[in-house]
Structure formats: C-alpha cells, structure tokens
C-alpha cells in the first residue's frame, strides 16, 4: 500500500474472527502529510484515503472507523464517496479503468495518449525569478485536426455497475426451439443408437474376423471350383503361448500363486446367483492349466462361465434367460444324493418359473452336453458336440421327469404332462464339449446360429474365462472376490 503513487483499483476487507471478508470496491491513494477529508484530519500513519465504488451485499451498514465529515457513519453512506480506511485492510488488485462515476470528484478514467496528454506541472520557481516573457497568440500553432478528432472519437467507459447489469441479463428463451431440438436430437439417437462395449468374447471374434477376410483359405483350383471344398473343417487344437492377451495375464498370475505355494481360487456367490445362500466355488489352479492349453474344462470354471453369463443377464436386462448350477446339478451328486438334487431341480425351476428358458450345463462321463428348458412349451432341448446315445443321459431325464411333475402340481399354466425332449445333437468333432456348451450359451443370449466351432471361437472362450477369472474374482474390488481371502494354501485345501 505505501508504494502506490497514484489512484490504484483496491478492496477493502475487514477482519471477522481469524478471516478477512471483502466488504468493498474502490481506488486508494496515499495521504499527503497534513491532509483533510471533509475538514477531518487524516492521521499521519495507518490510513489511507479510499473512494468506495461497490459495496458487497450485506455490509451496507458496516460501521466507518472514522466517521465521514458529513455525518456518515456506515460504509453504504459513502459509495460514490472518499473514506478513511486502515492500510492493513485494503487489497491492491490489479489495476483497472475506473469508470466516470467513480467519484464526485471526477476521477481519472484513462491514462491519455502522447498526442492528447497535458503537458506536465512546472517545478516549482523561485519567487525572486521573473515570470516567462508571454507568447503572441497569433503565433500560437492551432490544434491539430488529429488531435480533435481523437478527443471527439475517445469513447465513454459505461459504468461498472450497468455493464455487470446487462451481463447478468439473459436473452429470452424460445421454449418451442428448445423442444424442437430435444426432440431431434432424440431422434437422431433412436436412429443411431450407441452401441454396447465389446466383451473379451467379442473382440476376440472380432478380430480372427477382420484376419480371416483378408485371406479366403481357399486355393486356386478351389476357387475356380475345380476342387472340393471341405464344409466342417476339424479344428486344429492352438496351444498356448506366452504374450497372448488376457491368458498371458492370467498365467502370469497363476505362476506367482504356485510358486508361493498356493492351490485353490476360490469364487464368492451370493443367493441371487445360485438360490443357495453366499457359498464358495473352488477352482484348484491346476484347472488354469487345462485351460491354458484349451483341454478340457472342469465343473469349477464351467459354474464360472455361468457366472459370468448371470452377470451379462443382469447387466443388460436379458431376463428371459435363467440358469441352474452344473456344480450341484451333475452326474456324480445325482448318483450320490439324489433326492438332495432332486430338490435342488425343483428350487431352480420354482425361482426361476417366469424365465422364458433355464439353462442346464451337464456333466456326466467327463463330458458336457447342454440341456435348455423352456417351461411354456413343456419343452426340453438337448445338445451335444459328440452326439451320445439318448439312453446314456438317461438319469437326468428321469430326474428332470419327477421334478416337471412336481412343478406342474404347485404352479398355474398351461404345462402337458411330460417333458418333451428333443436331441437334435450336433456333428461329432473332438472332446473340447465344455467350450462348446459355453459358446453356445454366449451366442445363445446375443442370438448367434448353431455351428461348428473354430479355433478363433475356442480361443475367445479362452479369453472371455480368463478375463473373468481376473476382473471378477481375482480382482478385490468386484462382485465374486472373498473378501482378500480368495486363495488357500495346498495344506489346508484338502480333497473334496
């Protein structure tokens, strides 16, 4: 404040408990020594002299430190006026235009240009010197025609006050226009709809796409048809190799489990999932293994795919499709506790009675088929990769049989008497039917056709699993975690 030598933009603020509020805008100048204001003496020290343009709202009545010589007391007197205020408490800011109505006084509103600038103020002379001689008038250049036009064009700076006024000031809004846009541009979306993200499933399949357009693999003589072209290709079985997406990533972990020892992944559920309260699946790591190598898939990762398709379902409100567990319901618990599975049938198809289709994964003689239930129609399709006699699944016919009869007697429709079931198996190919059965249930909900699978689609099921395993399970933060607990040692793992 003492270093300013001119009128200088300012805000006055005053302490309030530990803070200090701005209460003001103005212009302070520095005091000469002996100095009035409104025939008050200004004190030597501690104050300076301010012309109060704003005040904040709410401190209108802000009581003057020094009252004003003609009687104000409050500082929302004194706009448009000079004060006395304590040097501690003005802010300098950076320096601005004052407009025409700062002050009675008529403050400075811009430094002029060189060609109309006042001449500056003598020093003052000796009284015993004599005066200038006068000069002639006629001899007097006339102001130069410039200098009048840029006095005459020198624009007025509008009051602050007005300028904020028509700032804050709105242009009316033409409610039919806003309606009109909102209505195309909705439109324009129902058109173009955005389209979902890529699953790991997808992108895979996507990309063997894109490589597979570029090349028919197809030779010239079968172009030109002059060479059969085989119509099911038997799939050449891809092993794993290192740098491979998300099974590199997952391989990686899966090393650093086993070398610290340990040997099972467990997977969190909740009732919503399997309608058997929060449970455990366990996935021994030697089942990544198979998996690594694409060779035969375990109960424990099929329930996983399960999973993952639950969670498709819910998140894209596909709620015509329903599942039941191939970890409870498989060939081995059927043999040992049947009348337990029994039950658990019959609580599937009872939770899940609304569905349009509940999805069976079954597992019996180290082979998958799948088995789609559509409870309208009284319906049951059954689809296998190896084509199996009818006869070698007939335990779960005859269970899903006992329990239809149970679910016709407690629930109102229009169900026949017996299932019908319908086998229309697929063409033998090989032993990778747990790839088959997840594949069909992943293109099933996006409405993909029956066919015979490639390595590219193997290997997206690969993907699709391992991105599972690790953003859902392995993953703390996410649904099927246990909790930062998700892994035991091969000692306390045990057999089951």
């Not at 541009?185 to 173009?192: D, F, G, L, Q």
């Amino acid at each position: 404040m003492d270093n300013i030598t001119g009128r200088t933009s300012c805000e006055l603020v005053t302490p309030v408990k530990n803070k200090l509020i701005m209460v003001a805008y103005g212009v302070a100048e520095q005091p000469t020594q002996s100095q009035t204001l409104h025939s008050v003496e200004i004190p030597s020290r501690g104050y300076a002299k301010v012309g109060v343009e704003r005040v904040v709202d709410s401190w209108d009545d802000l009581e003057l430190e020094i009252p004003r010589g003609d009687g104000g007391k409050n500082l929302g007197e004194a706009i448009h006026g000079w004060i006395l205020w304590h040097k501690l408490y003005i802010r300098i800011t950076q320096p601005n235009p004052p407009t025409l109505e700062t002050s009675p006084q008529g403050l400075r509103l811009i430094s002029p240009t060189p060609s109309t600038r006042a001449p500056s103020p003598l020093p003052d002379r000796d009284p015993s010197m004599s005066p200038p001689p006068e000069r002639d008038p006629s001899m007097s250049p006339p102001p130069s025609p410039m200098s009048m036009a840029t006095r005459r064009k020198a624009p007025s700076v509008p009051p602050i006050a007005a300028t904020k006024k028509k700032q804050l000031e709105d242009p009316p809004v033409d409610k039919g226009k806003i309606r009109a846009f909102i209505r195309s541009v909705e439109a324009e979306r129902r058109k173009h709809p955005e389209k979902p993200p890529f699953s790991n499933y997808d992108r895979q399949i996507t990309k063997a796409s894109k490589k597979r357009k570029k090349n028919t693999y197809l030779t010239t003589a079968q172009l030109r048809r002059e060479d059969h072209i085989p119509k099911h290709p038997r799939a050449a079985k891809w092993k794993y190799e290192y740098g491979k997406l998300l099974m590199y990533k997952l391989h990686q972990w899966y090393m650093q489990a086993s070398a610290e020892g340990f040997a099972v992944l467990e997977v969190r559920i909740d009732d919503q999932h399997f309608f058997r309260g929060e449970d455990i699946i366990n996935v021994l790591l030697e089942e990544l293994y198979f998996l690594f190598n694409q060779d035969a898939l375990d109960k424990s990762l099929i329930s996983c795919w399960v999973l993952m398709e639950i969670q498709t379902c819910r998140r894209k409100a596909y709620y015509h499709v329903g599942f039941m567990d191939p970890d409870v319901v498989n060939e081995s618990t059927l043999r040992d506790k049947p009348n337990r599975i029994l039950k658990n049938i019959y609580k599937f198809l009872d939770n899940q009675h609304y569905h349009k289709y509940i999805i069976l994964l079954y597992n019996f003689k180290f082979h998958w088929i799948l088995i789609l239930v559509v409870p309208d129609m009284s319906f049951v399709y059954v689809f296998d990769s190896l084509r199996k006699p009818k006869q070698e699944c007939n335990d779960i016919i005859d269970a899903m049989n006992k329990t239809w009869a149970r679910f016709r007697r407690n629930h109102v429709g229009e169900f026949k008497e017996e299932l019908h079931w319908k086998t229309d198996f697929l063409e033998p190919v090989n032993n990778l039917c747990g790839y088959y059965v997840c594949e069909f249930i992943h293109g099933f909900m996006m409405y993909r056709k029956e066919r015979v699978l490639d390595t590219d689609c193997i290997r997206a099921v690969q993907e699709q699993l391992c991105g599972f395993l690790l953003d859902e399970v392995i993953n703390p933060t996410r649904e099927f975690h246990n909790d930062g607990s998700n892994l035991h040692h091969r000692q306390d793992s045990g057999s089951e």
